[in-house]
């Protein structure tokens, strides 16, 4: 103990571990297998710091982001420690130097991409002196139910045994008990200690509201005036946080952040709203991995968040300090259509799998000819042959030739793709749910350690403290329906809210939607309580609700009905406010991104001489990476850029499926190979 103590103040200059930080550490040091999964700034790097530097070697740390990267690295050298990185973002003629220095003993850390593992000969140069410890960062990508799967962290199960017996420790925010059991099995830590703590949140209060799309920036804009700042809005395109950034310029210092933007433009946005220069950013979900800003008091999402997983971890940038902040969502079930149509269109039908699967045999065919043979348009063929290679059942060399795969792609895609879906629908469940906010989290994470006690500041526990509706009594016929469907749930306990619903309103005129809300009133009164369930049929889970008594619900008597306290409809909008300069002391106006994007050239504009040149510097990336073309830059986009023959990096950025990482990796090549063609 006092070791780690000393360790602690000495190597890192802290006095005192953060809670759970110091029983993970003890057992990393002795050697067992640990999966960490605790939010977002909860510590989690001093986990894998501090054993690293107690067991006396070299950690090497697997991390797929680079700026996250980058940033540990930096803070390490800080306090003095050795620490390197080697990923696609740097200068090649480092590696070599890095590498030295890791063989000689010279390295506390060495930080490197998953893809690294995958080079030739890299792998064994590490076995040479092999680390004393291995940390796998955003470990949730190692698993088909992680949201962002790749199948270079997939690779790492068959890799980490050459590192032993070094230690593993897995660390993530976002995996919940069917991620957990899948990275300790890919990973082959079954017997790993297994560390899931700190998902409560006391400080933020965390309030849902449906609301057609068009009422909602007069929304954030009346949120944003009344309740605290700095604040970040989450929304769901490159437009609309353009858009907003600029209507939300009229009342305070506000920009738009997005993958869109120039790099040079998104870390001058970064750093304005670090500064303090910015009140509020709007952006889309390019924003906030690594920003470490304490004193955000409002986290606002304008549309239907893709997955539990990813909402918990942007409101989680909210009040870092410990002081009350506030977490808004706005919804419709349009939002849910949306991601409906991307999710047919990211996982295609197995079917149409299984059409190119049966086209393959043994032999290496080219892709151009199995695209013709299967008749299908070149985008849905390019997105189905990439998802049939990342599940086996396709073997593409760089070249794009295509050899049959395993049949056992058709398990593990349907999978996926159902997780991808139920993610959807445990969103859904959370925005229109009847339970504590806070609660519903935590329970989603499988927190080990939380009291489960109701947290008294969201919507649900605590209505009168909403922002965003306001609260009113019940109607008489609103009345007369609550205690019905208490008189119903007397008589026979724990139905379903679709039976409650056909026992209580099939002879009048409450729609499904009231019949939530007057349930979220009973709920909200302690009334009654309002689980999720499940059943299995035809090999699906069909998730629904339940609904049952409390002890106050059996002994409620009418008047207490009338008393409670239904939620409403938002404020009347605001009227618009002329645009004005900001006069706030030393605060400086900052313009905002205009919201316009140029209409995209036609692929017909592609000169030929420039798309056989990509194709030709595209091939030679893939061989020097051993993966298939497709996966350093698809036909189509390789198409978009040749016809918009961009001259810059926000060119590029614009140029529809090109995003940061692409630009931050192959912009600068890319660039020269345009101006090259535009010479000739």
């Not at 000495?10 to 939010?39: H, K, N, W």
């Not at 506390?108 to 080079?119: K, M, N, S, T």
Request: aromatic share 6%; with cysteine; hydrophobic share 40%.
């Amino acid at each position: 103990m006092k070791t780690l103590d000393h360790l602690l103040q000495t190597a890192f200059g802290l006095s005192v571990f953060r809670p759970y930080q110091e029983a993970v550490c003890e057992t990393v040091i002795e050697g067992r297998d640990s999966l960490l999964v605790m939010p977002t700034g909860s510590g989690k790097s001093l986990c894998y710091q501090l054993p690293g530097i107690a067991r006396a070697g070299t950690t090497l740390v697997i991390s797929p982001l680079i700026a996250l990267m980058e940033d540990q690295v930096a803070k390490l050298k800080e306090v003095g420690l050795r620490a390197e990185r080697i990923h696609s973002g740097r200068d090649r003629s480092l590696f070599q130097h890095i590498t030295a220095k890791y063989l000689e003993g010279h390295l506390d850390f060495l930080f490197i991409a998953p893809e690294r593992l995958g080079v030739s000969g890299f792998s064994e140069m590490l076995v040479k002196r092999k680390p004393i410890l291995v940390a796998v960062d955003e470990a949730h990508c190692i698993s088909h139910w992680g949201h962002d799967f790749r199948p270079d962290y997939r690779m790492l199960g068959q890799r980490i045994p050459q590192f032993r017996p070094a230690p593993v420790i897995a660390l993530t925010a976002t995996a919940t008990p069917v991620v957990q059991n899948d990275i300790v099995t890919q990973l082959g830590m079954e017997n790993a200690a297994r560390f899931i703590h700190g998902f409560r949140r006391t400080n933020i209060a965390a309030e849902v509201a449906k609301m057609r799309p068009s009422e909602r920036r007069e929304t954030v804009r009346r949120i944003l005036r009344d309740s605290g700042r700095p604040a970040i809005v989450y929304v769901p395109s490159r437009k609309e946080a353009d858009l907003l950034g600029e209507a939300l310029h009229e009342d305070f210092p506000a920009a738009a952040y997005h993958a869109g933007m120039s790099s040079a433009e998104r870390e001058r946005v970064q750093a304005e709203f670090l500064s303090g220069t910015l009140d509020v950013i709007v952006a889309t979900i390019a924003f906030g991995m690594g920003v470490d800003k304490p004193n955000i008091r409002t986290v606002i999402h304008t549309a239907l968040p893709g997955s539990l997983e990813a909402y918990y971890q942007e409101i989680g940038r909210a009040g870092r300090d410990g002081k009350p902040c506030r977490a808004v969502l706005l919804h419709s079930y349009g939002d849910r259509r949306t991601h409906n149509f991307f999710h047919d269109r990211d996982y295609p039908d197995p079917v149409v799998l299984g059409k190119i699967f049966e086209a393959l045999h043994a032999g290496a065919q080219p892709k151009e000819l199995v695209r013709d043979e299967v008749n299908l348009a070149a985008d849905i063929f390019e997105r189905a042959l990439e998802k049939l290679w990342v599940h086996g059942g396709a073997v593409v060399d760089p070249e794009e030739n295509i050899v049959r795969g395993e049949e056992s792609w058709k398990e593990t895609y349907q999978l996926q793709k159902d997780h991808k879906l139920a993610q959807l629908n445990q969103m859904g469940r959370y925005a229109d749910g009847h339970e504590c906010r806070m609660l519903h989290l935590i329970q989603h994470f499988g927190d080990r350690t939380d009291s489960e006690i109701p947290c008294d500041l969201c919507d649900v526990c605590a209505p009168g403290s909403c922002m965003v509706r306001a609260s009113r009594r019940p109607t008489p016929d609103e009345e007369q329906t609550m205690c019905k469907i208490l008189g119903v749930l007397r008589g026979r306990n724990g139905l379903s809210t679709g039976q409650l619903y056909r026992g209580t309103c099939s002879d009048n005129a409450t729609d499904r939607r009231t019949f939530e809300g007057l349930l979220l009133g009973l709920s909200r009164a302690g009334f009654i309580k309002v689980n999720d369930d499940s059943f299995e049929k035809e090999g699906h889970v069909i998730h629904f609700q339940r609904a049952y008594l409390t002890e106050g619900g059996y002994a409620a008597e009418q008047q207490e009905v009338a008393g409670i306290r239904l939620t409403e409809h938002p404020a009347p909008r605001l009227k618009p406010r002329r645009k004005r300069g900001h006069d706030r002391g030393s605060k400086a106006a900052v313009v905002p991104r205009k919201a316009q994007r140029q209409p995209q050239p036609s692929v017909k504009d592609a000169a030929p001489e420039l798309i056989v040149a990509l194709k030709t510097w595209r091939l030679a990336e893939a061989r020097k990476r051993e993966i298939p073309a497709f996966r350093i830059l698809s036909d189509r986009v390789l198409r978009a850029i040749a016809a918009a023959k961009p001259e810059n990096e926000e060119d590029l950025l614009v140029v529809s499926g090109v995003g940061p990482i692409l630009t931050r990796v192959f912009g600068d090549k890319i660039l020269e190979i345009v101006k090259e063609s535009a010479a000739y």
